[in-house]
């Protein structure tokens, strides 16, 4: 990783103070059970901007182009079933943030793009596809996920993104065997959980996530999410953050997606990153 860990003293001291302000906050008249107010959990997503050059360096962020490889597992074997690259290319343009992904199928070469405001869109090999198709029915949700992703941990200052504060649990499982523990791993296995949720019409749907923090260390080790309209928790393991370009934007290299008992099954793998390209917004319309 490129940066030091956050002193543990100091982390620790700020989170004792805040959960004091929690309990004042959780019993005042306003009732609220999440806000983004949530003294806690907003100083430990504070110590992880902190680490990655503050907000300011993504208001400084104004495009990107990167590769996004999924490589798919056999949870029996453990052997590698399929990889896929999607190239990828990301504006915050005039109407909002812009997305366009391409991937290759059997059929050809499948596009899907949105220009950030009234035109989610989906092609192949040139020849637009109708809304009804499966990558035409993905397209805006494919876009929200790729721009959500490389901007974390800036999207969790969005507005309508609530935290809340979970207090000290353990991670949901182990590791898949074999693998060496996480550095991060504290002695006694208890982690700072904290919740995100959304708004009302924030996002494509409303998914909660939950992020484990080893006491002392500002980025997380783990995340579990549950989709809309379901019960089971899904694990993702957090890769390392490296930076990229003059401005060293941070992004995490892999995330590793493991079932309840932790057999991987899923990687998304993030190489060629470039930030700040010159990209024409005409990469994002319909063709």
Not at 91 to 119: M, S, V, Y
Not at 161 to 176: C, D, F, I, K, S
Request: proline fraction near 7%; glycine fraction near 10%; hydrophobic fraction near 35%.
């Amino acid at each position: 990783m490129f940066a030091s860990p956050t002193d543990r003293c100091g982390l620790i001291g700020a989170i004792t103070k805040a959960l004091a302000a929690t309990a004042l906050w959780m019993g005042s008249a306003s009732g609220l059970a999440l806000a983004q107010q949530d003294p806690t959990a907003d100083s430990l997503i504070g110590a992880w901007l902190d680490a990655v050059g503050g907000m300011e360096t993504y208001a400084q962020f104004q495009s990107a182009q990167f590769t996004v490889t999924t490589v798919l597992y056999d949870t029996v074997s453990g052997r590698e079933k399929r990889s896929r690259p999607r190239y990828v290319w990301l504006k915050r343009g005039p109407f909002g943030e812009a997305t366009r992904a391409e991937r290759w199928e059997t059929g050809g070469l499948i596009q899907q793009g949105f220009n950030g405001h009234d035109a989610a869109w989906a092609a192949e090999d040139g020849v637009m596809l109708p809304d009804t198709s499966k990558d035409g029915r993905e397209s805006l949700y494919v876009a929200r996920d790729l721009f959500y992703w490389i901007g974390l941990p800036f999207k969790l200052r969005d507005p309508g993104v609530y935290l809340a504060y979970l207090g000290l649990r353990p991670r949901p499982g182990m590791e898949w065997s074999g693998r060496s523990p996480h550095p991060f791993d504290p002695d006694d296995g208890l982690y700072h959980a904290v919740t995100v949720r959304f708004g009302e019409g924030v996002g494509e749907h409303q998914d909660v996530f939950t992020y484990y923090f080893a006491p002392g260390h500002p980025f997380p080790t783990e995340l579990t999410y549950v989709e809309e309209g379901r019960t089971n928790a899904n694990r993702m393991l957090w890769g390392d953050t490296q930076r990229s370009g003059p401005l060293q934007y941070p992004y995490v290299t892999v995330r590793t997606s493991i079932t309840a008992s932790g057999k991987r099954t899923k990687e998304l793998i993030i190489a060629d990153v470039v930030i700040n390209p010159d990209i024409p917004q005409s990469m994002f319309e319909i063709p």
